[in-house]
């Protein structure tokens, strides 16, 4: 085609059947879009297209702060029986650590050990010989905006081990998250496995102490009482408060049957099944207990060194109760409680209202376009509209492979991107009647005229662009749909008017050889 590379045509050509190809799972029935590949799908639909239901979680960072501390306090008490430094009353409440010290020449050594348990984040004040520790600005930031990112991606997996296709996890300000669940009616599930953190941690039984004695305050510090998974009262168990192994060293856990009844068999990491091999061989004949969440799931006896890194739950288990545990375990522990503040759900008959007038405002600003493009340029507006129903296709193909959610807002943008699309050309073509006018030949025409007004386009483009990006960087839920499509739309429809539309009006002139433009 004249002097216009071949490798340009063929990459152009395979592009272009490329999107087609990617666009052609949206327009196909339900039926069979339900048969295709998971790389070969179309572009799913948002929250407020398909219906569904959205949860705002909000995540306890007070519950993160008195976690933090309650560590804190095992290492005080640890660190300061090895100094001999004599106290009483170590307790957390509030937001700080109190602790009482006996003799008043031991204070200043105690507030050095104090800080050097986490060294940089703590600050020690004294009240006479009352100490208070608490963590500082900084590092009660910075804690609570990883306990918020970890809780995010804890909940992605949770839900994406549920099988829902494209959930939205976002965050929320800085202590809430916001979850979308397109296509689902009854979030109770979800909600029932996001209600739970999932912490387990194996401690011995305290032998030593009966539980009588516990509740009449004859108990170890180094012990405490805690709750059976039934809700009879008797159900309670003192166990030590140091866990010998914790969750996070499990790599699998799964539902499975012994002796006929659920149970969940787990595995831990070659960490964990180091410390729990040694910790039951020094605890043979010991009761070590499964703790969740704070209650005792089951107590056994460890008969012998269990050193193969797996073992089982058992409990009062169903087939769901037993799956659901697993799952949980498998994502992680939550660093903290979430509770759901509010919930709505979308019916998906306002979703279907709100595809249809999508497709109509579409189609409407479509055909608007093709008609003045049309009746303006002539033969070249031909070209325009032939490059523009192109830049549709592939903005959904693209869309498409990248498996992006189209909300309504996005529907928008893809309307505001149709219009925008045009702007490409009709500087082109005033740049081909301006060299036209000066006299030039028919191909200097065309070359002049995209040469001179390329570096425009770009340019302008690239600016809108960059807005864009700042919208899907900075936005969330809706903004964020609209900055998707609105870049998607910027740069196909850059590779259209430019590249598409440059190849289609070399063809016309190889073909039919004019003598003259009319642009």
């Not at 200043?108 to 520790?133: C, F, H, P, Q, S």
């Not at 009966?210 to 159900?235: F, N, Y």
């Not at 539902?255 to 149970?263: H, I, R």
């Not at 008969?303 to 994502?331: C, E, P, W, Y």
Request: aromatic share 6%; proline share 3%; with cysteine.
């Amino acid at each position: 085609m004249f002097n216009y590379p071949k490798w340009k045509i063929a990459l152009i050509s395979v592009i272009a059947l490329t999107g087609l190809f990617f666009c052609v799972p949206n327009f196909l029935p339900a039926s069979q879009q339900e048969k295709l590949p998971e790389w070969w799908q179309p572009m799913t639909l948002g929250l407020d297209l398909q219906g569904g239901s959205q949860l705002l979680l909000q995540v306890d960072l007070d519950q993160v702060v008195t976690d933090q501390l309650n560590g804190i306090q095992e290492a005080a008490r640890s660190i300061l029986r090895e100094k001999s430094i004599r106290y009483t009353g170590l307790s957390v409440s509030d937001g700080a650590l109190n602790v009482n010290i006996v003799k008043s020449e031991q204070i200043a050594r105690a507030k050095e050990l104090l800080r050097k348990i986490d060294k940089g984040n703590l600050e020690v004040t004294d009240n006479g010989n009352l100490l208070t520790v608490r963590f500082t600005e900084q590092a009660l930031v910075k804690m609570k905006s990883a306990a918020v990112d970890q809780s995010i991606e804890i909940v992605r997996r949770r839900i994406d081990q549920l099988g829902t296709r494209e959930p939205s996890i976002m965050r929320q300000g800085s202590d809430r998250i916001q979850v979308q669940l397109p296509g689902v009616e009854d979030p109770n599930e979800v909600k029932k496995l996001l209600g739970k953190t999932a912490k387990m941690t194996f401690h011995f039984i305290d032998e030593k102490t009966t539980l009588a004695d516990a509740r009449r305050g004859k108990i170890s510090p180094e012990s405490k009482v805690v709750q059976g998974a039934e809700d009879a009262d008797a159900a309670h168990y003192v166990i030590e408060r140091k866990s010998i192994v914790g969750g996070e060293h499990l790599t699998d856990a799964r539902a499975d049957f012994s002796e006929g009844q659920p149970v969940v068999a787990f595995r831990f990491n070659s960490h964990g099944s180091k410390r729990f091999g040694a910790a039951t061989r020094d605890g043979v004949g010991r009761r070590l207990a499964i703790v969740l969440d704070g209650r005792v799931l089951t107590a056994p006896e460890v008969k012998t060194a269990i050193t193969g890194g797996s073992g089982i739950i058992t409990g009062n288990f169903t087939v769901q109760s037993a799956a659901d545990l697993a799952l949980m375990l498998r994502s992680g522990a939550l660093p903290a409680p979430l509770e759901v503040v509010e919930e709505r759900i979308v019916g998906p008959g306002l979703g279907t209202d709100s595809i249809e007038a999508g497709k109509k405002s579409c189609i409407i600003g479509l055909a608007l376009v093709l008609i003045f493009v049309l009746a303006t340029y002539g033969l070249f507006g031909l070209f325009a509209d032939i490059a523009l129903v192109l830049n549709l296709v592939l903005l959904c193909g693209l869309m498409s492979a990248l498996n992006c959610t189209l909300t309504l807002p996005g529907i928008a943008g893809i309307a505001l991107t149709l219009g925008m699309a045009v702007d490409a050309n009709v500087l082109i073509y005033e740049r081909m009647r301006e060299e036209q006018a000066l006299g030039r030949s028919v191909l200097n025409t065309v070359e002049a005229g995209f040469e001179n007004a390329s570096s425009a386009i770009f340019d302008s483009n690239l600016t809108s662009l960059f807005a864009g990006a700042i919208l899907i960087w900075l936005g969330n839920g809706p903004v964020r749909g609209f900055g998707v499509t609105t870049c998607l739309g910027l740069i196909t429809s850059v590779f259209t008017a430019v590249y598409v539309t440059k190849v289609l009006i070399l063809a016309w002139i190889k073909f039919f050889k004019p003598k003259q433009l009319n642009v």
